[in-house]
């Protein structure tokens, strides 16, 4: 696999330091309000999966609250808190390991390949370095079985925009115009169910700097079927 500066920034250094900045003080038994959002919104599509993997889950309360619907869940996550924190909060209710989107103990798991019935990525793709965008992304295709879904939070502003994350030198945050989902949906497998755009009205940070539709975000619901080709 390509050796990316900005993954192992992550997985060192940046992933700890957001933890401790965000979520050192969270309950991990009461859902994040972005995540029930997620939940509420996965209930409206009728998606009840059997399992479930989540890339970039934090401490996996996500993962924690599908549990209760008898999913089997599996989190990734490249902050060590975070991990040490959804292991002692949910025991095995949800098995979460430490590692990137590009490199993880999940992906080659041959039990899971193929198997997962939802993949969750929430905010997670924009920070993904561009060596192992398309290793990432493979690994989300690996592991979601046909007819399975994607459920993909992202940016959508006007433009592609790089922007340099104040918190850590040399890492970056990726916006690209039309949001990631584009990748999949241009292979023809991938078909949106669902979608809401949305204004963050809490971004300081796109306000100060007179950037308004960097506040705005995109869920994105897609079903993967190879059986929608067409002769």
């Known amino acids: 696999m390509r050796e990316s500066a900005q993954d192992r ?22 859902l994040r309000p972005k995540k029930r959002s997620i939940a509420d919104a996965l209930e409206e599509c009728g998606i009840r999966p059997r399992r479930v993997l989540e890339y970039g ?54 039990d899971l390949r193929g198997r997962v019935d939802l993949v969750v990525v929430d905010d997670v793709l924009c920070w993904v370095s561009r060596e192992t965008l398309f290793q990432s ?14 459920y993909l939070r992202e940016f959508l502003p006007d433009r592609n925009r790089r922007n340099e994350n104040h918190h850590a030198e040399g890492v970056h945050c990726y916006k690209p115009a039309g949001g990631h989902r584009g990748i999949l949906l241009a292979s023809g497998t991938y078909a949106v169910v669902w979608e809401k755009v949305w204004i963050d009205r809490e ?23 190879r059986a929608d080709w067409f002769e």
């Open 137 to 150: 992304i493979a690994n989300l295709d690996d592991a979601l079985s046909d007819g399975g879904h994607v």
């Open 57 to 110: 889950c934090q401490y996996g309360d996500l993962l924690a609250h599908l549990a209760e619907g008898d999913a089997e869940c599996h989190g990734v996550e490249p902050s060590a808190r975070a991990v040490a924190l959804g292991r002692e909060a949910y025991g095995d209710t949800v098995n979460l390991v430490r590692g990137t989107m590009a490199e993880n103990p999940v992906n080659t798991d041959g």
């Open 203 to 225: 971004d300081a940070w796109a306000r100060e700097s007179g950037r308004p539709l960097e506040a705005r975000w995109v869920d994105t619901v897609m079903r993967k079927s």
């Open 9 to 30: 920034t992550y997985l060192e250094l940046e992933a700890d330091a957001f933890f401790e900045r965000n979520h050192a003080a969270a309950d991990p038994h009461v």
